[in-house]
């Protein structure tokens, strides 16, 4: 379930990617994927290019991914290490 879901996810994003942003698996590891993420222009973060690591977890969608900065950002949001502190990135944040 999880592989047929992040495949999709990937087609997606590549059908119609973001702008300021880009996301996709390590190598051949979907489970593991690299996004970077440009700072936003009129922000505190213009010009900056922040790196972010994305973990899916064996039972994805039903468990959210290990998202974490790679970049040293500051941010109320982000902790020391990286990791995004959101309460809809927790387990029992997910929607079924």
Request: glycine fraction near 6%; hydrophobic fraction near 35%; proline fraction near 12%.
């Amino acid at each position: 379930m999880a592989s047929k879901r992040i495949v999709k996810e990937l087609k997606d994003l590549q059908k119609d990617p973001p702008t300021s942003c880009s996301a996709g698996p390590v190598a051949e590891d979907m489970f593991h994927w690299q996004a970077t993420i440009m700072g936003p222009p009129d922000s505190p973060y213009t010009g900056g290019v922040f790196l972010v690591s994305i973990h899916f977890p064996p039972d994805y969608p039903l468990k959210p991914p290990k998202v974490a900065f790679r970049t040293k950002v500051f941010h109320p949001n982000i902790n020391s290490n990286g990791s995004i502190c959101l309460d809809i990135l927790k387990n029992n944040g997910a929607q079924h």
